[in-house]
């Protein structure tokens, strides 16, 4: 049979209900999963090839990421029912409920080679049965409540039952006791009657007295001897007939003298009234005491056959049954109407303290909910301030407790100190043991007891880093945390890392102090103007410098007027546009010193500094002596002059023979030795210019140049120079576009100087590019002349000091010269009031311009 392909099989796995997924490596790439999956996940099948964690970063946080690490890593089987999980569904965070399983696929080795993740969603189930069994929870509540509801309605019923009960039997007592009383009247009535019908026969009467079931005596005479008594009474009296029969009855019950029954007989036998009386008391003494009981007596009057009364019939009924009966029937009322008031009351109470339950209960269950809420208000305020720390962007941490426990730390804390967030709830002391034996655990102790804010400025820290230890300042801020009982159990700490900013500090302090030993050393005066005001301040070694002895300060005005006519105007148009156009100002002068009026030269280098946006200005910067160097290049200049004066004068015989011997050379036809004449005239036109140079210089540096000023018209001044040039030169062609005359006075040597050198510069430095471009015009009312050639270019930067003395650009030092020729030229420039400059490129080419004024 054909077993299915790779594909097939997918495919049937893919449409299996049961959300399955393979996953590889410990990060759980996702090597597929199917439809169920994808819909569990609410991803698409863009999330095969991915790592769980990019697939689904909501699981970031939740166990699930590190699960498949551990099945992948030990080769287990994970799983799980009704397990929660967060996911993003809809672009929503929702909780959902799986049975999962995570099972390492192993080969035959045992490695495991891919995870088997199958996964059913049971959050219907889940929540139906949470609903389910919340419900009975409920329901149980309900009944219980409602038992200790119907518990309660019983007893109280109970209560009132019984209650009843006592009622009905105190009214049927009552009844009995009437009923009994009814009874005994009767009796006590119908044995009267007989006995009145048997009191003439005595045999009669004591026969029937005997058989009275009812106790009589018949008490005969005024002393009231006993005549006849039956066994009833006997047996009350517990007595004999023999003991008791013919003797008076106060002498058998002498006790009876004080009680009121002897009157009531007496009074029987006096007026032949019956005496009834009931429940009356009578004390009897028995052998064991007095004793009481209750009677009911009746006495009636024994009747002689001649009408006179002789003696009482009286009947005595022992009741004293009956009144304890009642009387412990009354007392047991009373009882009984007090503990069914006691009752009455506890159940008042009950019900009292019941409703007091059912209130507290329901405080209660209000308070539960507001300690509930408030707790997760507590947990997420606790929460957000620990956000808050750790995504401050300065550096915070808080300690907890004396043993300063790291409790939260940001990672902005943990860069500074070096240390990764294993420290976190450690002490600091075992955090960070380096800190033993530097200030801060006793400070923050200390911030502890106070209870005081400390704050720390570019404090000293020795901290390991990296293994190594490091010196840092720090700007600290310990402040103290209390609870809610105002006792300082926290301390919240702020620190920022200044080390750089501090090293800077120390290093510019070290580098204002090395300036200040240089300036001492180098013998620098420095002087600072108010751009504004033009007040003037200086060091010592300025005053001292210009041999200023006064007693006040040097005031600008004061320092300007020492300066030698010469450069006064110079100095002052230098420092205005200094303060002006904000350039470098540097130059070089000659003034009278205050003390002795010596001359002296200075350089004076300054420039203009812009501070913070307000434009706040000041011009400033340093002056030194220059006075010996100025001599030393006198003498130079001098020399120079001399030697070039004492060189000249055989270059001029020189040039003189060469000149004669080239014409007899000429006239003979030796062309050979006419070329070589020509060549060393060549030679020596070249080095007579060199020393006219050096002579030049020695003359201009001494003041000893003078312009010899005439009319001249430029043009043809520029053309005589170019075709002088061009006698010497092949290598070139001279382009010249001077088609204006142009007149102006000018010293016509010095000018045509300038322009030859200017011509001799482009061919000497532009070898290998033929063309050079001169150009004479008119712009904005003056005459300017530019020499332009096409040669490897000046670099920007050394532009400008291109026309200082002996100055050379870097670039073509192979090029022979001593870098008088630009400076010279500017200097005749500068004389005519006119302007040099250059404008330079690399690899494109130079140009030179000047200007000379019209008139
Ligand atoms: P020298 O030519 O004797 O060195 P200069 O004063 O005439 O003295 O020139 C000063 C420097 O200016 C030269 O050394 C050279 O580096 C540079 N320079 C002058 N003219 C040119 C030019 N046309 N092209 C390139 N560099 C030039």
Known sequence: MPLLTNEQLLEVYTQTKTATAIHVTEDAIIQTANDAMLQIWDKDRSVIGKSLEMALPELKGQPFIDMFKRVWREGLTISGTDTPADLNINGKIQTVYFDFEYRAIKDSKGQTYCILHTAIDVTDRFLGREAMRYAVEKEAALQREQALNEELASSNEELSAMNEEYQEAQASLSKLNNELEERVNKRTSDLAESIKKLIYS??????????????????RGPNQVIEVTNEALLSFWNKTEEEVLGRPMLEIFPELTSQPFPNQWKHVLETGETIINKEKPVVFNKVNGKRLYYVDYYYQPLTDLDGTVSGVLATVIDV???????????????????????????????????????????????????????????????????????????????????????????????????KTNKIQGMPLAEAMPELKGQPFLQILDDVITTGETYYGNASKARIIINGKETEKYFNLIYKPLRNQNGVTDRILQVASDITEQFTIKLELEKAQEMMRLAIEAAKLGSWYI??????????????????????????????????????????VEEIEKAILSGGDYDITYSQKRFNDGEIIWLRSLGKINENGE???????????????????????????????????????????????????????????????????????????????????????????????????????????????????????????TCEVPITLSGDYDKISNVVSNLLSNAIKYAPNHRDIDVKCEIIGGMAQVSVKDYGPGIDKVQVPQLFERYYRAETNHTISGFGIGLYLSSEIIDRHNGRIWAESEIGVGSTFYFTLPMN
């Open 320 to 418: 004293t049954h009956k009144v304890e009966a009642r009387q412990q029937l009354e007392e047991s009322q009373i009882v009984l109407q007090k503990l069914n008031d006691e009752l009455a009351a506890i159940n008042e109470e009950m019900t009292a303290s019941n409703e007091e339950l059912i209130v507290i209960n329901e405080e209660l269950a209000e308070s539960q909910v507001n300690l509930v809420s408030k707790v997760s208000e507590l947990a997420e305020s606790e929460s957000r301030f620990r956000l808050l720390v750790e995504q401050a962007p300065v550096a915070i941490n808080i300690f907890k407790t004396r043993d300063l426990v790291i409790d939260v730390v940001n990672d902005k804390m943990l860069e500074i100190w070096g």
């Open 202 to 219: 005595e045999q009669k009467l004591d026969n029937i007295l005997h058989q009275l079931p009812s106790p009589v005596v018949v008490l």
């Open 614 to 736: 307000d434009g706040f200005r000041t011009f400033s910067g340093f002056v030194m002596d220059i006075t010996e160097l100025k001599k030393d290049e006198q003498r130079k200049n001098d020399f120079i002059g001399m030697v070039s004066h004492e060189l000249k004068t055989p270059l001029t015989s020189l040039n003189g023979y060469i000149q004669l011997l080239q014409s007899k050379a000429d006239g003979k036809g030796d062309k050979f030795t006419a070329g070589a004449l020509a060549t060393a005239g060549k030679q020596v036109k070249k080095m007579t210019t060199m020393i006219n140079g050096f002579l030049n210089i020695s003359r201009l540096e001494s003041g000893k140049i003078v312009l010899n000023k005439s009319s001249l018209r430029l043009d043809e001044l520029i053309h005589a120079v170019i075709e002088e040039t061009m006698v010497i030169t092949t290598s070139h062609v001279i382009k010249c």
């Open 530 to 571: 108010d751009p504004v005001t033009k007040s003037l301040k200086y060091n010592q070694m300025l005053a001292k410098l210009f041999g200023y002895e006064g007693t006040g300060s040097m005031t600008y005005d004061q320092a300007i007027a020492q300066v030698t006519e010469e450069y006064r105007d110079k100095i």
